[in-house]
């Protein structure tokens, strides 16, 4: 059974950085499949989006956290990164980790696609 655990939020002012953390465990792998990761994020009042993706080939990012945010992968740790750089206050949200297995990562992350999510962990910019 596949289980993510996120770590690393909390309060910070604008401006400033944190380092979410999300390691996964019960992967199964074949020939046919990856597990493709991404963070999503969902702030009182809003639906849930997609922040950053691995996805093939690359990277995505949402347009509101380009240049700020940075998303890296371990496959050999199962483990998904996301630096947060220069924070804002609407950056203020529920963030988790999501994944799901495919033949290729999504393109862009669409909360239907994926099964698999953490618990999620809070983060606060204060301005």
């Known amino acids: 059974q596949v289980q993510l655990v996120e770590s690393g939020g909390g309060s910070v002012q604008a401006g400033g950085s944190l380092k979410l953390s999300c390691a996964a465990s019960?992967?199964?792998?074949?020939?046919?499949?990856?597990?493709?990761m991404a963070w999503f994020r969902q702030a009182p009042g809003k639906e849930r989006e997609g922040v950053a993706a691995?996805?093939?080939?690359?990277?995505y990012y949402a347009d509101s956290v380009k240049g700020r945010f940075t998303i890296s992968q371990d496959n050999a740790k199962n483990t998904v990164d996301l630096q947060m750089d220069s924070l804002k206050p609407e950056d203020t949200a529920i963030y988790y980790c999501?994944?799901?297995?495919?033949?290729?990562?999504?393109?862009?992350?669409?909360?239907?696609?994926?099964?698999?999510w953490g618990q999620g962990t809070q983060v606060t910019v204060s301005s």
């Open positions: 999501a994944a799901d297995s495919f033949f290729m990562c999504p393109s862009r992350p669409n909360v239907r696609a994926y099964g698999y």
């Open positions: 019960g992967f199964t792998y074949n020939r046919y499949n990856r597990y493709c």
């Open positions: 691995i996805v093939t080939g690359g990277t």
